[in-house]
């Protein structure tokens, strides 16, 4: 008799998304969309609790992680009078949820305020269970206007192929990102994300989580980088 999912015990995180928001300031209460977004994120629809994760329970995924803010309008990611990307932050307090904003500004992490009501989407990490993990939760949900499809915001779409040199690492990307959030790796065929924190981007180098991303990365495995760059 076949093991069911029910019986395998894996924590995977992935992203959910939420539109159309109205924000305004330097931060916004996003208990509400939340709660709707989960009462169909599991498999088949099923609702998830609506909870803050553990590293050994489901939930949603608070703290440091960053999350993207794009323009409900557009698609495109948010971004300061100085260019720098817009992202968020997620917090919890007595079941509430709040999302702040911030931008880097000369690499310091700075408050950011939104001077008039602005309507964004945005993907905030939802910590699964193997037995509830939606089939499309690898699935890219990003549309962008662009009429080619191979540009955001000026940057073209770029794929390319990736070395394992050694256990948990991996060459550097040909090209600098326009942002890392936008850096998708598939590993033998399956999408891993930045935004996930399955890896980090630094300029054009990467560095594997295996922690987050359930696996460690091997010399045999196939990878392939796609992201979208400026250069």
């Not at 690898?138 to 940057?155: E, F, H, K, Q, S």
């Amino acid at each position: 008799m076949p093991i069911k999912a029910k019986q395998i015990e894996k924590l995977i995180d992935a992203p959910i998304t939420i539109q159309n928001v109205s924000v305004t300031g330097s931060s916004a209460t996003v208990t509400t969309p939340i709660t709707s977004a989960l009462s169909s994120a599991g498999q088949g629809g099923a609702s998830v609790p609506v909870q803050v994760a553990t590293s050994t329970a489901i939930g949603i995924v608070t703290g440091s992680t960053p999350i993207p803010i794009r323009s409900n309008t557009t698609k495109e990611v948010l971004t300061d009078a100085s260019g720098n990307e817009i992202y968020g932050k997620l917090s919890s307090s007595t079941g509430v949820y709040t999302l702040s904003f911030f931008s880097l500004i000369d690499g310091t992490e700075t408050s950011y305020t939104f001077a008039s009501s602005q309507s964004i989407d945005f993907d905030f990490i939802y910590r699964f269970d193997f037995y509830r993990l939606p089939a499309n939760f690898a699935i890219a949900r990003n549309v962008y206007t662009d009429p080619l499809g191979g540009a955001v915001g000026g940057a073209a779409l770029f794929t390319e192929v990736l070395t394992v040199t050694a256990l948990n690492t991996i060459n550097d990307l040909t090209k600098t990102p326009s942002t890392n959030n936008n850096v998708h790796l598939i590993v033998n065929g399956v999408i891993v994300s930045a935004i996930a924190s399955h890896f980090s981007i630094s300029g054009k180098a990467i560095t594997w989580s295996a922690n987050n991303a359930g696996f460690n990365l091997e010399t045999t495995d196939t990878v392939v980088a796609l992201y979208t760059t400026n250069e």
